[in-house]
C-alpha cells in the first residue's frame, strides 16, 4: 500500500537536491509547546535550512482572539505570507525542530487558504542535521524576511476549520467523529493539562489517536501507509465518515490530518480552539477515564 497523496510530503533527499529551485521557499515552523520555556526564534537564528525563513504561529495569528495562535483572517494572513517572500506560484515546504509537530499546523495553513504546492519535511529538522546537511545561522546567511515580497493570494476554505458552534451541535448529532491526538493521560484525565486553568478529560464521544503514534520513533518520520491506516483503524475511526480532528491548541491536530490526507482523506477539518477551548470553559460537557 502506498501513500494516496504522497504530495504533502517530501523527503530530506528531495528537499536537498531541489534546495536551489526558484520557486522552493523553505519555512521554519517551530513552534515551542508549553511548559517549555525554549525560544523557537533564537534556535532559528542560531541553526536553520539554507534559505529558510521563520514562520511564528504566535504571530500569523488572530491577535484579538484570547486563545493561543487561533487562525487568522485570509486578510492577514495574505500580508504574514507576502511579508515573508511565501506567495503564489511558490513551492512551500515547511519544517520544525521537533521532526514532526508544529510543521504539520504551517502545512495546513497554507492549505486552508487555498495554497495546494505546500508539504511538510518527513524528519524536520533534526533528520536533516543527523545526516550532516547544510545548516546556517542568521549571522551567516538566509535571514529570516530575507526572500523577496510576494504575492499571496488567500481562498479561505471554511470546510478545513471548526469552531465551538460546530463541536457542541455535534455532539447530539454525531455525524462527525471527533479524533483527539493528545496523550491517552490527557485525554483520560489521569495526567494534568500543561495549560493552567484547563480541566482534564475529552469530549463526549470523541476517540483518541496520539499523534506520536503516527510517527516513527526513531527519526518522527510518518509510518508507512499500511501502519499508518492500521493506527486509525485500532483507534476505531471509520475512513469513510467525516472527520474532525483536535488536540490542545489546534497544533497536534494538524499531524493527524496530515496523516488521514496522506491516506487519501483531503477534506479533514481541525477544531481551532481544541482543548484549550473546550476545557477552559464551564458550558461544555467533559467524559473523564
Given at each position: 500500500?502506498?501513500y494516496?497523496?504522497?504530495?504533502a ?10 534546495l ?22 533564537q534556535?532559528f ?37 507576502r511579508?515573508?517572500g ?15 509537530v ?61 469552531d ?7 455532539l ?13 493521560g490527557r485525554?483520560?484525565a ?7 486553568g484547563?480541566?482534564g ?5 470523541a ?64 477544531y ?18
Amino acid at each position: 500500500m502506498q501513500y494516496q497523496r504522497p504530495d504533502a510530503l517530501v523527503s530530506t533527499e528531495w528537499l536537498a537536491l531541489h534546495l536551489a529551485d526558484k520557486d522552493l521557499r523553505v519555512v521554519d515552523g517551530t513552534y515551542i509547546i508549553p511548559p517549555s520555556t525554549r525560544d523557537a526564534r533564537q534556535e532559528f537564528d542560531a541553526r536553520h535550512i539554507p534559505g529558510a525563513v521563520f514562520f511564528d504561529i504566535d504571530e500569523v495569528c488572530d491577535q484579538a482572539n484570547p486563545l493561543p495562535h487561533m487562525l487568522p483572517k485570509p486578510a492577514a494572513f495574505s500580508s504574514a505570507a507576502r511579508k515573508l517572500g511565501l506567495g503564489d506560484g511558490s513551492r512551500i515546504v515547511a519544517y520544525d525542530t521537533h521532526g514532526m509537530v508544529t510543521a504539520a499546523r504551517v502545512w495546513w495553513m497554507f492549505r486552508i487558504f487555498g495554497h495546494k504546492n505546500v508539504a511538510v519535511l518527513d524528519g524536520g529538522l533534526p533528520k536533516w542535521i543527523k545526516e550532516s546537511r547544510q545548516t546556517v545561522g542568521t549571522e551567516t546567511g538566509s535571514a529570516a524576511g530575507a526572500l523577496a515580497a510576494r504575492h499571496f493570494t488567500a481562498r479561505f476554505n471554511k470546510n478545513l476549520l471548526r469552531d465551538i458552534a460546530q463541536i457542541k451541535a455535534n455532539l447530539d448529532k454525531r455525524q462527525e467523529q471527533v479524533v483527539d491526538a493528545r496523550s491517552a493521560g490527557r485525554f483520560k484525565a489521569i495526567d494534568p493539562e500543561p495549560r493552567v486553568g484547563l480541566r482534564g478529560g475529552h469530549m463526549p464521544g470523541a476517540l483518541n489517536l496520539p499523534y506520536t503514534e503516527l510517527l516513527d520513533p526513531a527519526d518522527k518520520t510518518f509510518l508507512s501507509a499500511d501502519r499508518l491506516a492500521a493506527r486509525f483503524q485500532t483507534a476505531g475511526i471509520d475512513m469513510q465518515k467525516p472527520i474532525v480532528t483536535s488536540c490542545g491548541s489546534g497544533v497536534t491536530a494538524c499531524v493527524l490530518a496530515l496523516g488521514l490526507y496522506l491516506l487519501g482523506r483531503d477534506d479533514v477539518a481541525v477544531y481551532d480552539g481544541s482543548w484549550t477551548e473546550w476545557g477552559g470553559r464551564k458550558d461544555t460537557p467533559i467524559v473523564t477515564g
